[in-house]
């Protein structure tokens, strides 16, 4: 095949300094119908030269601060030094504001349609460190490359270019390539254009490479020879992917057998080599298999290689060779992908499970996850994010997506779509018409259009649901069975479509659990009524496979055998399990906990429905024992979550709750809050973290008279109305949060503010603002009752809203727990309480590191009082932000506090133990 631009390079690589010393000649056909007079260059390479980059930006969105702490030599950038044209006339060029990794250069004269351009240029390229996105140098001196050379971008009516956000989504035109490397004698080259020859110099060696039609040019120089290839009679897999006590002799088998299957389904590669590096394994990993350890893996030690070697043959044989834009377009990639990793196990694993070799074992496999097949967690992890209401269309551009839907839950749902598809249409229609899409367009700039076009050519059948509702849109598939009649040979039922949707569903007939019958029915818009043979049916079942990944699948059956038999078993299981649609599920988990030191231990069980995938009404109760208070305690709540779509206000949760445990020594408290909660988010930016939240609750709250006062509090009994609103954006470089909370009770009412601020700087400094005031609106308690009063540096916690490990200790250990609220300080003041208002300020920097200085200051008014300044100064060690911290106090209204008595007493720490709070730490990269 002709390819009409040319992209010729120079490259002598400076070990000693990480750099490449590039010339480069670029030749591009302008194929469009405009005229030129500016060109546009993406040099990802410089998208890591500063901590404002698109690239740095995505780091920080993720939590991942790798790259802002990271020193200066570990990052990377491009010092281009001249361009010039076909003249060896110089051409101005400049870096965008918005993509510093993209080069605007204004030619000398305009080129005309077909025409082309021919420039060169001499650059310097700085490699970062692999760290950040697996790409770069190693620590020991080694090169994985990939997007290391500029590369011109595609223009057909508009320009093509954006941003390195670690995506792996360079969109660039093919071209003829020809690489000469230089680089020192003791490194191995790899790469998958064609190597012409190598020459041996003094100190070096030059390879001189060459390949047509290639979009990608990765390159890897390696010390050690870790990269194998394996020829067979298609292309060969050039690889360092490897599987532990797996024969070299197996692995040819299996890459064969991969590459036979990739073969016959795709069609031929149009290339010798086809590279699948460990870089890809764990960037796009068969997620489930590779986090088991080995000595627990349940599955052949064959299998994984083959899985994964397969799934990333597949992605770069899509990549080598489908040019649609990856940013954009990617759901086609994605789907094809997995289409066809769904359909290798259903040729060559039919039978395999989930849960591999554990589904066997005696005690798991009586859960219903042991029962799933391996092809059905594509659906489920799909539907995971469709019940948590974080599904996005998979036409969203791929910078868009939250980094659990770019990596998981979007291409499942492209993959189980395309399935969906062809179990619609039938007759190997979509496989059939998938080759020839693939084989058509070939190494031709295309789209997802062309794809369609073709498609709908093959059928009769209506395709607009597919494309226009389950690919534009993120609306879920929802039906129900709603009626039947039965008379002696036939039924007459009608199903309701729960959703704004034209999508089919499959409508099963069964008898004693045997599938008799399988029909498709379309068109329903509300509710659609039809008349089938009875025949022998004793059950109907809506997607009786679960081929359609549909949202809620327990009103899809309706049995014939009376009105008692449509109600469903009841189904107890220990420990949570997978949503079993035909059966009434409760879960029972035994529970271990430490919640304070007056129960101690805490020892007991829960009941509850909730499964693996969140369902919208939940309900829980724990009784359980405390080993300390050698009493029972318990905690109960049932809640419901309307989900609410493609709107700001996504989420509102009505529920109740209660609780009954230890206050203090033999005292208890029960508490009973029913609430209201609205959730906010802009719909139009998923990956943004800013959140809203309006919060209405009542709290009654009925404790055990403390006849000896250990809590100071003389009115045992209360109830409380609480409004707060919510608003933050809790990022790495920029954080905030603030909210307003009014609180009604009988004797006293409150209003208050808080806000809360962090700013990561380039210098890595950090600085930390706080502020907050409250009011009393009015406080009918005496006045040296501070049970309800705003508290300068630790609350009461009348709420029982805070994980006190030790609420009620006023010395010791547990009184030195410290939760960041009202007040903010850190020292034990002489005044510590205010019944009539409060207004303070908390403030931090970095001094090195972990270490930041700290100061507090306020004003505190109480009744009969004049208002008293307050302000404490000190060291905090912040080693991980709201989770471990330690408070040193040195100086504050109270003198030299670290030359005083009993100093180990002053010290105060926050420390949380909540399993929910920890696992947000893990979570916030995903969502």
């Known amino acids: 095949m002709f390819c009409q631009d040319k992209i010729d390079i120079k490259a002598t690589f400076n070990i000693d300094f990480d750099q490449i010393q590039i010339n480069q000649f670029i030749s591009y056909k302008n194929t469009s119908n405009d005229t030129l007079s500016t060109i546009y260059l993406n040099d990802w390479s410089n998208s890591y030269s500063t901590k404002s980059t698109p690239l740095a930006k995505r780091f920080s969105e993720e939590y991942d601060g790798k790259f802002h702490f990271a020193k200066s030599?570990?990052?990377?950038?491009?010092?281009?030094?001249?361009?010039?044209?076909?003249?060896?006339?110089?051409?101005?060029?400049?870096?965008?504001?918005?993509?510093?990794?993209?080069?605007?250069?204004?030619?000398?004269?305009?080129?005309?349609?077909?025409?082309?351009?021919?420039?060169?240029?001499?650059?310097?390229?700085?490699?970062?460190?692999?760290?950040?996105?697996?790409?770069?140098?190693?620590?020991?001196?080694?090169?994985?490359?990939?997007?290391?050379?500029?590369?011109?971008?595609?223009?057909?009516?508009?320009?093509?270019?954006?941003?390195?956000?670690?995506?792996?989504?360079?969109?660039?035109?093919?071209?003829?390539?020809?690489?000469?490397v230089e680089f020192p004698r003791n490194y191995l080259l790899t790469s998958e254009l064609d190597l012409v020859n190598t020459t041996?110099?003094?100190?070096?060696?030059?390879?001189?490479?060459?390949?047509?039609?290639?979009?990608?040019?990765?390159?890897?120089?390696?010390?050690?020879?870790?990269?194998?290839?394996?020829?067979?009679?298609?292309?060969?897999?050039?690889?360092?992917?490897?599987?532990?006590?797996?024969?070299?002799?197996?692995?040819?088998?299996?890459?064969?057998?991969?590459?036979?299957?990739?073969?016959?389904?795709?069609?031929?590669?149009?290339?010798?080599?086809?590279?699948?590096?460990?870089?890809?394994?764990?960037?796009?990993?068969?997620?489930?298999?590779n986090q088991l350890p080995d000595f627990i893996r349940p599955f052949p030690k064959n299998f994984q290689f083959e899985l994964q070697l397969l799934k990333n043959t597949l992605g770069n044989y899509l990549d080598n060779t489908l040019l649609i834009n990856p940013r954009k377009e990617q759901w086609l990639k994605d789907g094809i992908q997995i289409y066809f990793l769904i359909k290798y196990i259903e040729e060559n694993y039919p039978d395999m499970k989930l849960a591999g070799s554990l589904a066997d074992i005696w005690g798991l496999r009586a859960f219903h996850a042991a029962s799933l097949k391996f092809n059905e967690q594509y659906s489920f992890v799909y539907m995971h994010m469709a019940r948590t209401n974080r599904d996005q269309p998979l036409t969203t551009s791929k910078d868009s997506l939250l980094r659990f839907n770019s990596d998981l839950a979007n291409k499942y749902k492209a993959g189980v779509g395309l399935k969906y598809l062809d179990d619609y249409i039938n007759a190997q229609t979509l496989e059939n018409t998938l080759k020839e899409f693939l084989k058509t367009y070939a190494l031709k700039n295309t789209d997802t259009n062309a794809f369609e076009t073709l498609l709908k050519s093959k059928t009769d059948k209506n395709l607009d649901w597919f494309f226009k509702d389950y690919v534009n849109t993120n609306k879920k598939i929802d039906f129900k069975i709603k009626s039947l009649k039965k008379t002696d040979d036939s039924i007459t039922l009608t199903i309701k479509n729960k959703r704004q949707n034209s999508m089919p569903v499959s409508l099963f007939t069964l008898k004693n659990d045997t599938v008799t019958s399988k029909i498709w029915i379309e068109n329903i818009k509300n509710n659609k009524t039809l008349t089938i043979p009875r025949f022998d049916t004793n059950k109907l079942v809506l997607n009786y496979d679960n081929?359609?990944?549909?949202?809620?699948?327990?009103?899809?059956?309706?049995?014939?055998?009376?009105?008692?038999?449509?109600?469903?078993?009841?189904?107890?299981?220990?420990?949570?399990?997978?949503?079993?649609?035909?059966?009434?599920?409760?879960?029972?988990?035994?529970?271990?906990?430490?919640?304070?030191?007056?129960?101690?231990?805490?020892?007991?069980?829960?009941?509850?429905?909730?499964?693996?995938?969140?369902?919208?009404?939940?309900?829980?109760?724990?009784?359980?024992?405390?080993?300390?208070?050698?009493?029972?305690?318990?905690?109960?709540?049932?809640?419901?979550?309307?989900?609410?779509?493609?709107?700001?206000?996504?989420?509102?949760?009505?529920?109740?709750?209660?609780?009954?445990?230890?206050?203090?020594?033999?005292?208890?408290?029960?508490?009973?809050?029913?609430?209201?909660?609205?959730?906010?988010?802009?719909?139009?930016?998923?990956?943004?973290?800013?959140?809203?939240?309006?919060?209405?609750?009542?709290?009654?709250?009925n404790k055990d008279e403390d006849v000896n006062n250990i809590t100071s509090n003389i009115d045992p009994n209360y109830s409380v109305f609480n409004a707060r609103y919510i608003n933050t954006n809790p990022g790495l470089i920029d954080y905030y949060k603030w909210f307003t909370d009014f609180q009604l009770a009988k004797n006293f009412g409150k209003l208050s503010f808080n806000y809360e601020y962090r700013k990561l700087f380039e210098s890595n400094r950090q600085i930390n603002l706080r502020f907050f005031?409250?009011?009393?609106?009015?406080?009918?308690?005496?006045?040296?009752?501070?049970?309800?009063?705003?508290?300068?540096?630790?609350?009461?916690?009348?709420?029982?809203?805070?994980?006190?490990?030790?609420?009620?200790?006023?010395?010791?250990?547990?009184?030195?727990?410290?939760?960041?609220?009202?007040?903010?300080?850190?020292?034990?003041?002489?005044?510590?309480?205010?019944?009539?208002?409060?207004?303070?300020?908390?403030?931090?920097?970095?001094?090195?590191?972990?270490?930041?200085a700290y100061t507090d200051f306020g004003l505190v008014k109480n009744a009969l009082t004049p208002v008293k300044f307050q302000y404490d100064t000190g060291l905090r060690v912040n080693l991980v932000t709201d989770y471990f911290e330690v408070y040193f106090p040195i100086y504050s209204n109270l003198g030299w506090e670290i030359g005083q008595p009993n100093y180990d007493q002053k010290i105060r720490f926050v420390f949380t133990v909540d399993p929910k709070s920890l696992l947000g730490l893990f979570r916030r990269k995903w969502y």
């Open 773 to 852: 005031t409250g009011v009393f609106l009015y406080n009918k308690n005496p006045s040296d009752f501070d049970y309800f009063s705003f508290a300068l540096d630790r609350p009461t916690d009348y709420l029982f809203d805070y994980n006190y490990l030790g609420r009620s200790e006023a010395s010791g250990i547990f009184s030195q727990q410290i939760i960041i609220a009202e007040g903010g300080f850190k020292s034990k003041l002489n005044t510590p309480f205010a019944n009539r208002w409060m207004s303070t300020v908390n403030f931090s920097t970095t001094l090195w590191k972990y270490i930041q």
């Open 200 to 289: 041996q110099n003094t100190n070096s060696q030059t390879a001189l490479l060459k390949g047509n039609n290639r979009v990608d040019s990765r390159l890897f120089l390696q010390k050690l020879p870790v990269y194998r290839t394996i020829q067979t009679d298609k292309f060969s897999i050039v690889s360092n992917y490897t599987e532990k006590d797996l024969e070299p002799s197996k692995k040819a088998v299996i890459t064969d057998k991969v590459v036979q299957f990739v073969t016959k389904h795709l069609g031929s590669y149009p290339h010798k080599k086809l590279i699948v590096s460990n870089i890809d394994t764990k960037k796009d990993p068969v997620y489930g298999l």
């Open 73 to 180: 030599e570990e990052r990377g950038f491009t010092t281009v030094t001249s361009i010039i044209n076909q003249s060896n006339n110089s051409l101005s060029f400049e870096r965008l504001k918005a993509h510093p990794d993209i080069i605007k250069v204004t030619l000398e004269m305009p080129i005309a349609p077909s025409e082309s351009y021919e420039i060169t240029l001499k650059y310097i390229v700085k490699i970062p460190s692999t760290k950040f996105t697996d790409y770069g140098v190693t620590p020991l001196k080694d090169y994985n490359l990939k997007y290391w050379y500029i590369t011109p971008t595609i223009y057909d009516g508009k320009w093509h270019y954006y941003s390195n956000k670690n995506l792996d989504d360079l969109f660039v035109p093919k071209a003829d390539i020809t690489l000469q």
């Open 547 to 701: 081929s359609i990944p549909e949202y809620n699948l327990r009103d899809n059956w309706k049995s014939l055998n009376g009105f008692l038999a449509n109600n469903k078993p009841l189904q107890l299981r220990l420990f949570k399990d997978v949503e079993d649609p035909s059966k009434t599920q409760v879960f029972l988990m035994p529970l271990i906990e430490y919640r304070n030191i007056y129960d101690g231990l805490v020892i007991g069980s829960k009941f509850y429905n909730k499964t693996l995938l969140r369902r919208g009404f939940n309900y829980k109760f724990a009784p359980s024992y405390g080993t300390k208070s050698k009493s029972f305690t318990f905690s109960a709540s049932i809640n419901y979550t309307q989900n609410i779509e493609n709107k700001d206000l996504y989420g509102i949760t009505y529920g109740m709750s209660g609780k009954y445990s230890s206050f203090g020594p033999n005292l208890f408290a029960r508490v009973i809050t029913p609430y209201l909660r609205f959730n906010f988010r802009d719909h139009t930016d998923y990956r943004s973290n800013k959140f809203q939240s309006l919060n209405f609750r009542y709290i009654d709250i």
